[in-house]
Every structure is written in structure tokens, then in C-alpha cells.
């Protein structure tokens, strides 16, 4: 018998706080909710109280080369190729286009690279993963110009980034 009382005073507790079971006044029942009966408030910006009504034309600015932060990297990465290897052993950042934790899927990625004018070249980093980079440089201000040249040109890759060899 108790339990039932219990259940019943919790259903009538569920059932007032709902608001499937509460009437609509016809006003905003909530901070979030606009009153649609209110007027539109009005600003003015102090020293805006100009003659000219006629839109003026502004010029849309230029694209910044380098607008987004280029992100960086710290690993060891071996070689695939030992020609690879031969030609960029000695430069210590490469500008990544791509990361794949399959071999298969990095080497078909090259594939598409050298079709648009790249010649790719596919690391093996300590993380696992195949990178796969377009260029490599000795000096970090190279291969920041290389980034924002890949940027400007190739939109679809401006999430580029630069591996610096460990």
C-alpha cells in the first residue's frame, strides 16, 4: 500500500513539472523565447548620422598567403626508397601532404600527387604511419615559402604541414 502511495506521488510530482500537462498562457514562458508583441529596439552609432544613403563600395581584401598557422612536427622517420633516402637524407624538414597507417593507401596517394605536378616521396614514421611529403628542405624558412606556395596554389591541401626529422 505504501509503495503505491509512493508511486503515485512521484507520478503527480512527473506529470505537474511537465509541460505537456501546462497551459499556455500566451506569453514567453522563457528567457529564450521572444515576445513578438514587443517593439524593435532602434541603435544609432554616435557620429553615423550621415546624408550619404548610398552604399559605398569596399574593397575585398587579398588572401594572405599564410592566414592559418602552419602546424609542425617532431619525428624519426626512415626512408621508403633507398633512392629517396639518397636525394633527402640530409635535409632535416619535409612538407607533408598526407598520413596513412597503410603503406598501400600512402603509395596510391603518390600516385594522385604525381599526377597534379609532384614528386612525392613516402617516409615511414616512428608513430606508425606513413607520411607522405612533396618536398624537403634544410632550412625552415624554405620549407615555410613551399607550404604557403602549396597553399596558394592547391587550396584542397591547406592543411599542409611541415615534419621536422629528428
Known amino acids: 500500500m505504501n509503495r503505491i502511495v509512493v508511486l503515485l506521488a512521484i507520478l503527480a510530482i512527473t506529470a505537474s513539472s511537465c509541460k505537456i500537462f501546462q497551459k499556455s498562457s500566451g506569453q514567453a514562458e522563457s528567457a529564450y523565447t521572444t515576445d513578438t508583441t514587443a517593439p524593435t529596439k532602434v541603435f544609432t552609432v554616435p557620429g553615423s548620422e550621415t546624408t550619404n544613403t ?15 598557422p602552419i602546424a609542425m612536427r617532431k619525428e624519426q622517420v626512415s626512408f621508403t626508397s633507398e633512392t629517396d633516402q639518397t636525394a633527402n ?22 600516385t594522385t600527387l ?53
Open 54 to 68: 548610398q552604399p559605398t563600395a569596399v574593397a575585398k581584401p587579398e588572401p594572405v598567403a599564410d592566414e592559418k
Open 89 to 110: 637524407a640530409g635535409n632535416t624538414f619535409f612538407v607533408i601532404l598526407g598520413s596513412f597507417s597503410q603503406l598501400d593507401n600512402a603509395k596510391n596517394y603518390r
Open 114 to 166: 604525381i599526377d597534379e605536378g609532384f614528386t612525392p616521396i613516402i617516409l615511414h614514421s616512428e608513430t606508425g604511419y606513413y607520411r607522405v611529403c612533396v618536398n624537403s628542405y634544410k632550412a625552415e624558412t624554405e620549407a615555410r615559402g613551399r607550404v604557403a606556395q602549396v597553399r596558394n596554389a592547391f587550396p584542397k591541401y591547406s592543411d599542409v604541414w611541415l615534419l621536422i626529422k629528428e
